[in-house]
């Protein structure tokens, strides 16, 4: 904060609380410390229940202020949280010892009753979290501080996703009707809905839903503070411009996202600096291979994309170096896999087809189109980072090998509304972005390869309907596998067939960019979590 | 009279009745709400379940009449992102809105007609060309332009004004929100309140101009002149008065398209009203408060419409007399 603004901020405060006739001389010497963090982002906080919306950005937030057994560190290793530590019996017996002394911030003590209510509340009906808990596992309490869960099948990715199951106070939750979660199909939502009780470092000062929030320290935290914030406000700012002006204006001090064309200007000014690092969701294409023709395309009685020498040509007609420089402006991380780098630890072993638009063609002719076809794509145009400019990248790519893509790019409503389930899986070629929520391969391999049927059941969003048993054969096995290395060795198994098969096009990692004032430290974690936790104001 | 403004009332309700129709048609191609409700991991049974539950399979008849049905009794359902009953949420934001939306068109009335007199007294000078020239602009360039020129120019480049939002805001008795009353507020309304008001306030000084020359060029200016009245007596006590009714008129129905396209301006500075609200809930699909927000508007300019035609009677007698004659 530059002198003139603190200034300026001390004398808005000190009026307002001389109109609360309050000891002045000793208010100013304490907000004289005062660091405020105000920060904007480009979507909305809504709804405070943890376990109504299953989204990074709102589960980041909250993550503020409530806390889960497990913790995520700045590199994403699972650390202890409200569990001090914890131990596997045997495959279907895991034993989580709590961490003592913890209050909740209404004072209440967090004990093993929380835990089993936040584990029952979060299988609830109405939850959006039901995949953080085995639905059949078993809980119970020991002592005050001990929880047993009792699993079915044997599962060593159970605390994977815990980071952001946050932990409830049962009393609270009994006392303010939020016994069961906030749910979109709510018509009179409990107060959960606007409150939070949580034990994490800070608390909810006050919340208009997309207007601005206020969280500050929470003074009994357990933990020892990393920050040196007094307050946070947050305010979500929707245009990309005005956000990227408050920036410069001084009026915010921390934004996300940046646009990567905005980030020389927010480089160029002496009190900004953007903040870029890979994150962890993948961009991919996918081919549709359930149906038997193509309803887009020119070639009628059969679909071309069930070919795999199809699928390589397009593969290889995609310029991936171009991609980045030009599209993405250096600001992009290609990948072999359908899984970020970080998160596979045999992913080196792996290396993209080489761009060869020659090879291209002859992969074409070889499987009998040789003077190419038309297919439609579809392709969200607000959704992931110049997720439009992309799919233009590829439409003039693959024009050079004969196939004629009709682009078809819409808001992301309209675009999930048309190519998910309910939508009837209908596109023929799309563009699509995933993280996996358990920063595991298994989620990858089932939610976005698994064979599925006509209403998605079983790999949901393998919008394209590839299939391949083997790879559902090795995610039946991969699911229940303790040992690592052994786990690890049939991951690498699904993604050669995968690779060989080519049963999508991985593309790359978009790159985080967040801007901030120079004066602001803040860890910045490849999941975009925004961890006040870890911010300080120099 | 009141025959004439029953028809009137009839042909107001049929107007809303239609504008909420064409609203729910357009609502089956803004998305699937369901989307934004939850997270990717959800499976599609849930989803459909959802779908269920929130009445989306029902055809589109159905859905609209029950919207029908609550909103006479000034239910609006709740918002699907904000788990809000939409009443509230518009209501919390509609002081932002018309705060912004009156202190644009006090902007326009008290710029735009001084300008307008001073353009038509003085219509060769170099100050007049230079007004004329600004009007141009104001008329020629679209709002969120020059939102940006303004945030870029005065917030990021001088650092005036502050670039967003509404500043400290103050809670009178727990139904209005109002920033006038803070240093804050104040200061984050000029940059919001100049760029939705130029528009207006060009129209504005284009037409007292206009209506000056008109009046001035009159006998009854020129016996004011003869009788020997001041300057400022003849301009202002006699030409300005005479060129007001169509200046009010103009502003009075421009007031409800100030309050309509705000949305542009409340999007470029993030002022947190109404028409950002809207703007928020087409990117998400919250179909309950697209509809509740067009039915308000359609409200708006249905009843500004209907108060000119019923003053209008009142001031001309040719038109009641022409309704009788029918």
Not at chain 2, 19 to 29: D, Q, T, Y
Request: charged share 20%; with cysteine.
């Amino acid at each position: 904060m530059s002198i003139g603004q603190s200034f300026r901020g001390l004398r808005a405060r000190s009026r307002k609380l001389a109109l609360a006739a309050a000891g002045a001389g000793l208010l100013l010497g304490s907000t004289a410390h005062a660091e405020t963090l105000r920060f904007a982002f480009q979507g909305t906080l809504n709804a405070l229940d943890p376990y109504s919306l299953n989204e990074t950005f709102t589960l980041g937030m909250l993550g503020n202020v409530y806390e889960g057994l497990t913790k995520r560190d700045k590199d994403l290793k699972i650390v202890p949280g409200l569990a001090e530590s914890w131990e596997v019996v045997d495959p279907l017996t895991w034993r989580f010892n709590l961490r003592k002394g913890v209050k909740f911030a209404n004072g209440n003590d967090f004990t093993a009753d929380d835990v089993i209510f936040s584990a029952e509340r979060v299988r609830a009906e109405t939850s959006d979290l039901k995949t953080r808990i085995p639905a059949d596992s078993q809980w119970t309490k020991i002592d005050d501080h001990t929880v047993e869960v009792k699993l079915t099948s044997p599962n060593p990715i159970l605390h994977y996703e815990w980071d952001t199951w946050y932990i409830f106070d049962k009393e609270w939750a009994e006392a303010e009707g939020a016994v069961s979660p906030v749910s979109a199909r709510d018509t009179n939502p409990g107060p959960a809905a606007f409150k939070a009780n949580g034990t994490g470092p800070f608390v909810i000062d006050s919340h208009e839903p997309g207007v601005k929030t206020i969280f500050k320290p929470n003074e009994s935290w357990w933990g020892e503070p990393e920050h040196n914030l007094t307050e946070v406000v947050f305010t979500p700012i929707a245009a990309d411009g005005t956000r990227v002006a408050a920036l410069l204006a001084g009026d915010v001090d921390l934004v996300d996202p940046v646009p990567v064309q905005d980030i020389p200007r927010v480089n160029s000014d002496p009190n900004t600096e953007a903040l870029t690092g890979p994150e962890l969701r993948v961009i991919h294409l996918g081919f549709n291979q359930f149906r038997d023709e193509l309803p887009t395309s020119d070639i009628k009685g059969k679909n071309p994309f069930r070919d795999v020498n199809v699928r390589k040509a397009i593969y290889q007609a995609i310029d991936m170096e171009a991609i980045k420089e030009r599209v993405m402006r250096g600001l992009s991380t290609p990948v072999p896999l359908l899984i970020a780098n970080e998160l596979f630890s045999g992913s080196g072993e792996f290396k993209r087809l080489p761009y060869d638009p020659d090879a291209a063609k002859q992969l074409l002719a070889d499987a009998g189109y040789a003077d190419g076809f038309s297919v439609g794509m579809d392709c969200p145009n607000d959704r992931y980072v110049n997720d439009e400019a992309i799919c233009q990248a590829v439409v003039s790519m693959l024009a050079r090998i004969g196939v004629t893509v009709n682009l078809n790019a819409q808001p992301k409503a309209q675009y999930f509304a048309k190519v998910l389930a309910p939508g009837g899986y209908d596109t023929d070629f799309y563009l699509l972005g995933w993280t996996p929520g358990s920063f595991d391969s298994w989620n990858v391999i089932t939610n976005l390869v698994g064979c599925r049927d006509e209403t998605g059941k079983g790999g949901p969003f393998n919008l394209g309907g590839y299939c391949s048993e083997e790879v559902d054969a090795l995610a039946a096995k991969i699911v229940g596998e303790i040992d690592p290395e052994k786990r690890d060795a049939l991951i690498k198994e699904a993604y050669t067939i995968m690779t060989n098969e080519v049963s999508h096009i991985p593309l790359h990692q978009q790159s985080l960019v967040w801007g901030k004032r120079k004066n602001i430290d803040i860890v910045q974690r490849p999941d975009n979590q925004v961890l006040f936790y870890w911010a300080t104001v120099n | 009279m009141i025959a004439f403004a029953i028809r009137r009332f009839m042909q107001a309700l049929g107007v809303m009745l239609v504008v909420a129709l064409i609203s729910f048609l357009m609502f089956r191609f803004v998305g699937d709400p369901v989307n934004q409700l939850v997270g990717v991991d959800t499976s599609p049974a849930e989803r459909e379940a959802l779908r269920q539950a929130l009445g989306l399979n029902d055809p589109v008849m159905i859905q609209f009449s029950r919207f029908i049905v609550k909103a006479v009794q000034m239910d609006f359902g709740i918002s699907y992102q904000f788990k809000q009953p939409v009443a509230a949420l518009i209501a919390s934001r509609l002081p932002a809105t018309l705060e912004l939306s009156f202190v644009s068109a006090l902007f326009a009335l008290a710029v735009g007609v001084p300008m307008g007199v001073y353009t038509g007294l003085y219509r060769n000078t170099l100050l007049a060309r230079g007004f004329l020239a600004i009007s141009l602009i104001g008329v020629s360039l679209p709002t969120f332009l020059i939102g940006i020129l303004l945030i870029f120019v005065v917030s990021v480049h001088l650092g005036w004004l502050p670039s967003f939002g509404r500043g400290e805001t103050v809670n009178l008795g727990g139904v209005w929100t109002t920033g006038l009353l803070t240093k804050s507020g104040l200061l984050s309304l000029i940059l919001p309140a100049i760029t939705l008001g130029l528009f207006q306030m060009t129209l504005i000084m284009r037409l007292v101009r206009g209506e000056m020359l008109e009046v001035l060029r009159t006998d009854y200016i020129k016996f004011a002149r003869a009788r020997g009245l001041s300057r400022r007596a003849v301009n202002f006590g006699h030409a300005l008065k005479n060129t007001l009714v169509p200046v009010i008129t103009i502003t009075g129905l421009q007031l409800g398209s100030i309050i309509a396209f705000a949305i542009i301006t409340e999007t470029v500075f993030q002022w947190p009203g109404m028409g950002l609200l809207f703007l928020q809930a087409v990117q998400n699909v919250d179909i309950p408060i697209m509809a509740a927000y067009l039915l308000l508007i359609a409200f708006l300019f249905v009843t500004i419409n209907f108060i000119v035609d019923l003053l209008y009677v009142a001031v001309d007698p040719r038109i009641r007399l022409g309704e009788a004659r029918r």
